[in-house]
């Protein structure tokens, strides 16, 4: 019904109102085509860096330059009609950014705004400044000192009165020409920013594809998780209990006859007692461990570094917490990357960092061990990755021969 209105109003405006309804954004779509061309430059810049090995440290920069912009633009066409939706925090690291669907399509973008945008908007935003100056000509151009006066274009050297009627009629074609122009030139450079930056109704089947395919192997992972509880607590606390029933009752059947035979089948009983407790604290911490809620995540992985076989040095820059699970999935993540890395990669160090970022969190382990971790091999960095991709979060594991391996996910915080 709103909609229905506006539109009714839009259709009611005469065209002189709705070229300068159209005008009055263009000089904002102005502003952003030329941030969109310096962000252009500098990408350009930092990609023939990085083609002679030297620009990697600033395609991060780059990226960011990129959301940024795009950011602005998606702001200013919210000013001028519906909001156009942010796909929320985007990776900046180059090779994340360049598999993101959305990071690509900003791009899109931009080239398109940076360019052509640009030029499109320029000569709109020049049109009705030509337009007053020829169309007011006749009142200035005798004060002008003499071969100063000429047209918008330079086209005459206006020396006669005779002349002026030309400069008004440049004036005239001006104006018509930013009558028409204006409004389809508006419209278009809005309609692509919207087509391509708006993160409600691009992309859509695709999105709800990746939400299906990571709901699936989130209720995969709990299946799992639930399997390996089930048997941790079957093959460890369970046996251990029947362990004490059965003591329990020899040692009562052995009371009256044996006495001393009974103590011993009680200490027995009582040792099983006390395994099958340190069994279900071992099963209760591989839920959520307790550390984290104790101590916070670089308490945690402090204490894991602590107990690796491998010297390990931990980084932590988390200034507010995430939600208790994305914790707990980078804290499974270490303990498993730091395992490998004791397990198979022969490595002397390796380096935890971890760093949270626009509501996202960053997770990188590296070791210097021998390489060629596969996933699949086993089921710890395929399990791993299907916390990571339950959370929404992504996984990239790079362990080419003679190492090193490097572990990293990015988790979106979720609190
Ligand atoms: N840091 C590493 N360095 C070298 N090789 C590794 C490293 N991490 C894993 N690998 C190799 O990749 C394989 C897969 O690792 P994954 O963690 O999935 O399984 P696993 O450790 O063998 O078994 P599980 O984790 O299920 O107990 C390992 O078998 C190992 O050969
Ligand atoms: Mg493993």
């Known amino acids: 019904m709103a909609q229905q209105r506006s539109g009714s109003r839009r259709a009611g405006r005469s065209p002189l109102v709705a070229a300068l309804v159209a005008l009055e954004q263009l000089p904002g779509a102005l502003g952003t085509a030329l941030l969109a061309l310096g962000v252009l ?29 795009a950011d602005r633009e998606r702001s200013r066409l919210g000013r001028w009609g519906p909001e156009v939706v942010s796909p929320g925090p985007l990776p900046e690291r180059l090779r994340a950014a360049a598999a993101d669907p959305a990071t690509r399509r900003e791009l899109r973008w931009l080239v398109g705004h940076g360019t052509g945008g640009l030029l499109l908007s320029a000569i709109v935003v020049l049109l009705p400044i030509y337009a007053v100056r020829d169309l007011s000509f006749p009142l200035w151009w005798w004060a ?37 122009v204006t409004r389809p030139v508006a419209a278009l450079l809005a309609g692509r920013g919207r087509r391509l930056l708006d993160a409600a109704d691009v992309d859509l089947p695709l999105r709800i594809a990746q939400l299906t395919a990571t709901r699936a192997a989130a209720l995969d992972a709990h299946a799992t998780e639930l399997r390996r509880i089930e048997r941790s607590l079957h093959d460890g606390t369970q046996n251990r ?8 009752g020899a040692a009562r059947r052995a009371v009256p006859r044996d006495p001393a035979a009974a103590e011993e089948i009680l200490e027995r009983a009582q040792s099983a007692a006390e395994d099958a407790l340190a069994e279900l604290r071992s099963v209760a911490r591989g839920i959520l461990p307790p550390v984290l809620a104790d101590r ?19 980084a932590v820059d988390v200034p507010v917490r995430c939600a208790a699970s994305v914790e707990a999935t980078a804290y499974f993540l270490v303990a498993e990357a730091l395992t490998n890395a004791s397990r198979h990669s022969g490595a002397t160090r390796v380096a935890v960092d971890v760093r949270s970022r626009e509501g996202r969190l960053g997770v990188r382990v590296t070791d ?5 971790a596969v996933e699949g091999a086993g089921s710890g960095l395929v399990g791993i990755r299907r916390r990571v991709e339950a959370h929404d979060g992504t996984l990239q594991l790079t362990s080419p021969p003679g190492g090193p391996t490097t572990l990293t996910a990015e988790l979106p915080c979720g609190s």
Do not use: I, K
Not at 144 to 170: C, K, M, N, Q, Y
Not at 241 to 248: C, E, G, I, Y
Not at 296 to 304: H, I, P, V, W
């Open 41 to 69: 430059v500098f990408g350009l810049l930092v990609a023939v860096a990085c083609l002679v090995g030297v620009g990697l440290l600033a395609a991060p920069a780059a990226v960011r330059g990129l959301h940024a912009v």
């Open 368 to 372: 210097d061990g021998a390489g060629g």
């Open 144 to 180: 002008v000192p003499p071969g100063a006066a000429s047209d918008s274009l330079t086209f005459w050297d206006v020396r006669e009165w005779s002349d002026v009627p030309l400069v008004v009629g440049l004036g005239l074609a001006w104006t018509t020409l930013s009558l028409l």
């Open 296 to 314: 916070g995540l670089a308490g945690a992985l402090s204490g894991l570094a602590a107990t690796s076989a491998v010297p390990c040095q931990v």
């Open 241 to 248: 209990l029947v362990a004490v029933t059965v003591l329990l």
